[in-house]
């Protein structure tokens, strides 16, 4: 049986070893960048310089935003925030959501590559509970993940790690990140897109409104709409062992 030889081997840990050190040094360092307040005292350049090189601005804060993400730096928050308040609800939610995704694919790839393969071997190879997890996450990857996505239960880069730990297809992953942030991308986008009112009263936004039960209700309800599909099968199985 052939085995990998130790270079390929450690070769396939530099990605993530990359993310796990940017992660550290830009909690350490950036913590004070990447923040509401840093967006509030430089809001005047930052329109200016928009207005001055719109394209480039829009580049800069999309490539910004999926390094936030895939490095799981602090301030995807701020970031959403900023997407609304220079581009508007429209395109900064589209910036924001395939920023977001861009960076969660990332992410995902590099645990993937350095751990997840290897752990999902394992698990694979055993047949514990984790296997009969992994085994019912795999048979409904999309209506699992994405009613995950839509509920604001995890942490957005734990939700990026976890389906890579497992053996999660690309396909589902990407797909469930894509549509299950994208109401609360909304949402935030059109917060900070009102943010000039916000900055005018020298006031904070509500990023508390998503756990708000007018937005809050229908998310849950998406969130078990999703999972319709994985209900339906498993009635149907029921049927036919009958």
């Given at each position: ?38 967006l509030r005292d430089n809001r005047a350049a ?197």
């Open positions: 049986m052939h085995r990998p030889s130790p270079f390929r081997s450690w070769r396939r840990h530099v990605p993530l070893a990359v993310v796990a050190l940017v992660a550290i040094l830009g909690a350490v360092l950036l913590r004070d960048y990447l923040s509401f307040d840093a930052l329109i200016a310089f928009r207005d001055s090189h719109y394209a480039l601005t829009a580049a800069a804060f999309v490539l910004a935003y999926i390094a936030i993400v895939a490095f799981s730096l602090p301030g995807a928050t701020a970031a959403t925030l900023t997407g609304g308040f220079l581009f508007g609800l429209f395109p900064g939610a589209l910036f924001n959501i395939v920023a977001a995704t861009s960076g969660a694919l990332l992410i995902f790839l590099a645990v993937r590559a350095g751990l997840g393969q290897a752990l999902a071997a394992r698990i694979d190879a055993g047949d514990g509970r984790m296997k009969r997890l992994k085994d019912a996450i795999r048979e409904n990857e999309f209506p699992v993940l994405l009613s995950l996505r839509l509920m604001p239960v995890l942490p957005f880069f734990v939700m990026n790690i976890l389906p890579a730990l497992i053996g999660v297809r690309l396909s589902a992953f990407a797909a469930s990140t894509f549509f299950g942030i994208m109401p609360g991308g909304v949402i935030y986008t059109w917060v900070g897109a009102g943010l000039g009112e916000v900055f005018a009263r020298n006031e904070t936004p509500n990023l508390a409104i998503i756990f708000d039960w007018h937005i809050l209700g229908p998310l849950l309800g998406l969130a078990a709409l999703s999972l319709l599909p994985m209900v339906v099968k498993r009635l149907r199985k029921k049927d036919i062992a009958a």
